[in-house]
């Protein structure tokens, strides 16, 4: 499709959404910077980066952007969504390859994080709705926007597409989802909640964190993040399909889910010995009823 063609398309249909032409790591694209529609299903803005070099078949990839803490910085919560949607730090070289390098459209969501909250990685706070830990935050007042998270990074992908596709980029209705350390982790922790729009994982420096579609492993409970023990109606015809790459550079030693046995006690505020616990609420080690710390992977 020719440039001015593409832009004369998206401009249609787009409505209040804007359309600009936009340098990713000095590279001249097009970006459709789309504004948050609860409507539609989604709380925050994000945008759309074409390459004017487009694949002739595109893929869409969804980026795990990972915005920094910028809540010290920000007066205003729209403040802090503005520096959201200019913070482009985690759009890694993988990212810049498929959009870049292979012409793929990328969306790039911009949900902030502050003190106290990181919802970039979809963690069981996300999951549950569960925002108590955040609950003395300067911004507390706006948690209720990050209810049913995934369901909201789920409607930015399907607005998307509907967008690119009444446009004349005709892309699949299942992306690709890429990201490095804590988006790794959201783009393994996403393909379990919403495998049904996901068509392959590509997830770097997960530090051994991989979710997994799996409920119990000999009396070990994985729940949500790490398994699918409390996910209800889990749809594993539509996960099986996914097709996941994970990598690692040789240089990256750390390894979250191998325990150290060392340090697993604790002192709780209490002065009570406590041992700890992982994302699924088991003890980390796994202890067996003896008492006895037992890693369960071999």
Known sequence: MKENVF??????????????????????TWCIDV?????????FPFKIVVPKKLNDSPELVYACNLPMDMSDNCSSFDELIQYAKNDFGS???????????????????????????????????????????????K??????????????????MEYAIEILNASGINVDDKLIISGY???AKFASHFALLHPE????????????AISMPVSNIEGYQFTYPMGISDIQSFDFDAFKNISFFYYMGDADKSDSA???????????????????KDECGNATPFI?????????FR
């Open 258 to 276: 191998i325990p150290n046995f060392e340090i697993y006690h604790y002192k709780n505020d209490k002065g009570e010995d406590c041992i700890l």
């Open 181 to 183: 350390s804590e988006g």
């Open 91 to 137: 759009i890694d070289p993988m990212l810049i390859h498929l959009c870049l390098g292979n012409g793929y459209p990328m969306i790039i969501p911009a949900i902030p994080r502050f003190k106290d909250f990181r919802p970039n990685f979809l963690g069981s706070d996300c999951f549950k709705n569960d925002f108590k830990k955040s609950k003395n935050s």
């Open 139 to 156: 911004f507390k007042d706006y948690l209720y926007m990050y209810e049913n998270l995934a369901d909201q990074h789920k409607a930015m």
């Open 197 to 208: 729009i996901i068509k392959a994982v590509i997830a770097g420096g997960t530090g051994g």
């Open 7 to 28: 832009l004369y398309a998206i401009i249609i249909i787009t409505g209040d959404d804007s359309v600009e032409e936009f340098k990713l790591r000095g590279v001249l």
């Open 288 to 296: 067996d009823e003896n008492g006895v710390p037992k890693f369960i």
């Open 35 to 43: 504004e948050p529609n609860s409507k539609l299903g989604f709380n």
